[in-house]
């Protein structure tokens, strides 16, 4: 015959057990997430290192501290004409400067403009000013 205080305590032990595995387990899930996703980044960085000069990796450090967007857009930009073939010989840091005028012309010919004339509207702020 069984205690059963000691059945209690072993069914609450068994429970924190399952617990503590099934948090193991998102751990481990997490972690090679978390693995996969640093192989893939040094991956990268080992392409754009055969690729690019020192001065034109400096610049795009440099552009990755400013504006992380459009250097993370060049970035995969240089890896994916890497890995096409595209680019035979490192690059420079005047072939970067001319590959970021290229995608900053075609970021400014995407972005709408709004323009708002108030002279064509006749909303004067000062008319309305009158005591």
Known sequence: MAD???DEIRKQR???MQSQYKGDGNQNAQEQKEEQARAQEDAKNSI??????????????TLMLTKPEK?????????RMAQSGQICTKI????????????????????????????????????????
């Open 4 to 6: 059963p205080e000691l």
């Open 14 to 16: 068994l429970a924190q």
């Open 48 to 61: 754009l290192i055969q690729i690019m000069d020192q001065a034109a990796r400096a610049r795009l450090n």
């Open 71 to 79: 250097g993370k857009m060049v970035e995969n930009m240089l890896v």
């Open 92 to 131: 420079g840091e005047t072939e970067l400067i001319g590959l970021l005028e290229n995608v900053n012309s075609q970021l400014s010919q995407n972005k709408p403009s709004v323009k708002f004339d108030r002279r064509r509207a006749a909303l004067d702020s000062d008319d309305e000013l009158d005591f």
